[in-house]
């Protein structure tokens, strides 16, 4: 019997574009560098690609404060190369994931802008504004709430203040976001990386998030109220009713201020497929870096 999953089972090796490989003499790698490399990485033994992200970007956090989520920044190339890219891969057995982030755009995407417009915007609830901010602290430093003077009140965002969260909770943004899933799954990509996505959801109330001992503001506070909300199950459902619309795809979960309990609840064949440890990245030099040790994390899940 064939058990093989090629998400669970694959090597999976990411790429960071811009320095990957450049194929025109810009000193930036892009898309077509990728595909030159192709040969190179299956004959490695790799079977799957993820790429950090892509898509047109001021630049202000590397790339993850995305301007539009259907397009690809002119540095790396064009939808086209993105095309061709896909089509050379999968002739290769090589599949493609791309990484989603989705908790937050630019301020420089459209929806912003249209947003900050005015307060009668259309698209004025696509964001989280408040005349009034709580305690909230961002995870880059500083407030969680930047105001905003053309229309007098503070949007919230939890990374830099150039990556306003989007409201999750209005159903025209829910319904754009998903669409693009579908818009790169009609392209072929075969999975997603989703940056911080169990941030989607804040508390409906916006109550203060409690005190603790810590360093800096943000390890000041538990973190309560601003993330892991109950909503994000029914969308993790409604997501993978998505994917698996489509042949084989897979979703992974960047798990974001999670215990390893947390992590695993939002993995299963109505939810995620796999999720993101950080247990292996932080203080290293705790931890003993044997196999029983490891195993042993890996067993408590």
Same mark, same amino acid.
């Given at each position: 019997?064939?058990?093989?999953?090629?998400?669970?089972?694959?090597?999976?090796?990411?790429?960071?574009?811009? !320095?990957?490989?450049?194929?025109? *003499?810009?000193?930036?790698? /892009?898309?077509?560098? @990728?595909?030159? =490399?192709?040969?190179? #990485? %299956?004959?490695?033994?790799?079977?799957?690609?993820?790429?950090?992200?892509?898509?047109? !970007?001021?630049?202000?956090?590397? *790339?993850?404060?995305?301007? /539009?989520?259907?397009? @690809?920044?002119? =540095?790396?190339?064009? #939808? %086209?190369?993105?095309?061709?890219?896909?089509?050379?891969?999968?002739?290769?057995?090589?599949?493609?994931?791309?990484?989603?982030?989705?908790?937050?755009?630019?301020?420089?995407?459209?929806?912003?802008?249209?947003?900050?417009?005015?307060?009668?915007?259309?698209?004025?609830?696509?964001?989280?504004?408040?005349?009034?901010?709580?305690?909230?602290?961002?995870?880059?430093?500083?407030?969680?709430?930047?105001?905003?003077?053309?229309?007098?009140?503070?949007?919230?965002?939890?990374?830099?203040?150039?990556?306003?969260?989007?409201?999750?909770?209005?159903?025209?943004?829910?319904?754009?976001?998903?669409?693009?899933?579908?818009?790169?799954?009609?392209?072929?990509?075969?999975?997603?990386?989703?940056?911080?996505?169990?941030?989607?959801?804040?508390?409906?109330?916006?109550?203060?998030?409690?005190?603790?001992?810590?360093?800096?503001?943000?390890?000041?506070?538990?973190?309560?109220?601003?993330?892991?909300?109950?909503?994000?199950?029914?969308?993790?459902?409604?997501?993978?009713?998505?994917?698996?619309?489509?042949?084989?795809?897979?979703?992974?979960?960047?798990?974001?201020?999670?215990?390893?309990?947390?992590?695993?609840?939002?993995?299963?064949?109505?939810?995620?497929?796999?999720?993101?440890?950080?247990?292996?990245?932080?203080?290293?030099?705790?931890?003993?870096?044997?196999?029983?040790?490891?195993?042993?994390?890996?067993?408590?899940?």
């Amino acid at each position: 019997m064939n058990t093989y999953l090629w998400w669970r089972d694959a090597v999976i090796y990411q790429i960071y574009p811009r !320095s990957f490989a450049d194929s025109n *003499g810009d000193g930036i790698g /892009d898309l077509p560098g @990728i595909i030159s =490399r192709l040969d190179y #990485l %299956a004959d490695l033994g790799i079977e799957a690609l993820w790429l950090s992200p892509i898509y047109p !970007s001021p630049d202000k956090d590397f *790339g993850y404060d995305v301007s /539009d989520y259907c397009n @690809i920044e002119p =540095r790396y190339g064009t #939808l %086209a190369d993105f095309d061709r890219l896909v089509a050379e891969a999968h002739s290769r057995g090589l599949r493609l994931i791309m990484d989603m982030v989705m908790n937050h755009t630019s301020d420089q995407h459209a929806w912003f802008q249209e947003s900050r417009s005015s307060r009668k915007s259309p698209k004025r609830d696509w964001y989280i504004w408040k005349d009034r901010p709580n305690n909230w602290q961002a995870s880059f430093g500083g407030k969680a709430w930047e105001y905003d003077q053309p229309t007098g009140q503070y949007y919230l965002h939890l990374f830099t203040k150039e990556q306003p969260d989007v409201n999750w909770r209005n159903p025209a943004v829910r319904q754009a976001q998903l669409e693009a899933f579908r818009f790169w799954m009609e392209r072929g990509v075969d999975g997603f990386r989703l940056d911080v996505f169990n941030a989607y959801f804040k508390h409906p109330d916006f109550p203060n998030n409690p005190l603790k001992f810590g360093l800096r503001g943000f390890d000041r506070q538990k973190h309560i109220y601003d993330i892991d909300q109950p909503e994000m199950l029914p969308l993790l459902n409604e997501l993978r009713a998505l994917l698996d619309s489509y042949p084989e795809r897979y979703s992974v979960g960047e798990t974001y201020l999670v215990t390893p309990q947390k992590t695993v609840s939002y993995c299963g064949p109505d939810k995620l497929h796999a999720a993101f440890s950080f247990d292996f990245t932080s203080n290293e030099l705790s931890f003993p870096w044997n196999p029983d040790w490891i195993m042993g994390q890996i067993a408590r899940r």
